[in-house]
């Protein structure tokens, strides 16, 4: 079992950047898929990133490629979204999720039944 916590939100405006970390504590972190999930306002929560246990294969959301950058230093256990180029309708909360359940495309990827721990979330606000 492991535990997550993100930092790094805020209210920044329209073509800022901003650095989103997810800490993991508990065993074997090496072993999880990380992804990042967000919940607009009004909206569903819907996938942005997410990165294989082995950091050598990512996925994304279409709105957010070539703009947002997911990496994951294991040793440290973190994630990382790195968000440029914000946009106001990246506003939401950002919330990462670890699972073990294996990643077989885009389509798994980005299922939130493909992952079992969750944090509790951080706010990004982007003004335009």
């Known amino acids: 079992q492991i535990q997550l916590v993100e930092s790094g939100g805020g209210l920044v405006q329209a073509g800022d950047s901003l650095r989103l970390s997810c800490a993991a504590s508990?065993?074997?972190?090496?072993?999880?898929?990380v992804a990042w999930f967000r919940q607009r306002p009004g909206k569903e929560r819907e996938f942005v990133a997410a990165i294989k246990f082995t950091g050598d294969r990512t996925y994304y959301e279409d709105s957010v490629k070539g703009r947002f950058t997911i990496s994951r230093d294991n040793a440290n256990t973190t994630v990382t979204l790195q968000m440029n180029t914000l946009r106001p309708e990246d506003t939401g909360v950002y919330y990462c999720a670890a699972g073990r359940l294996a990643i077989v495309g885009l389509a798994t990827a980005a299922s939130p039944n493909l992952y079992l721990f969750w944090g509790q979330g951080t706010q990004v606000s982007v003004s335009s």
């Open positions: 508990g065993s074997s972190f090496s072993t999880y898929n």
